[in-house]
């Protein structure tokens, strides 16, 4: 049975730092796209991130240059380095896998979330 569950999650101010950790487990956690989503209340879910098996990596806009997405396929465990944190990164973020691909997959799966709060 798949599980994600992230952690790292909390409450900083504007420009400070904080490192998500998803712990995958379950399923064969190399052969899947990794990926990071967001939800702030009353917005819907938008993605942050995206790791692919092929190590390669894709950002929303809004976070490049300030978020960076890693991943220890030993440990079977997702990262989320975020910098630079602004008031608008508050949100619930969550850990994902997609097979076989980040763009079009056949099975998903999700944690239950980790709450990032950023005051100003």
């Known amino acids: 049975q798949a599980q994600l569950v992230e952690s790292g999650g909390g409450s900083v101010q504007a420009g400070g730092s904080l490192r998500l950790s998803c712990a995958a487990s379950g399923y064969t956690y190399s052969s899947y796209c990794m990926g990071w989503f967001r939800q702030a209340p009353g917005k819907e879910r938008e993605g942050v991130a995206t790791?692919?098996?092929?190590?390669?990596?894709s950002y929303a806009d809004s976070v490049k240059g300030r978020f960076t997405i890693s991943q220890d396929s030993a440990k079977n465990t997702l990262y989320l380095q975020m910098n630079s944190l602004k008031p608008e990164d508050t949100a619930m973020y969550y850990c994902?896998?997609?097979?076989?691909?980040?763009?079009?997959?056949?099975?998903?799966?999700w944690g239950q979330g980790t709450q990032v709060t950023v005051s100003s």
């Open positions: 994902a896998a997609f097979y076989p691909s980040c763009a079009a997959y056949e099975y998903d799966y």
């Open positions: 790791i692919d098996s092929d190590g390669s990596t």
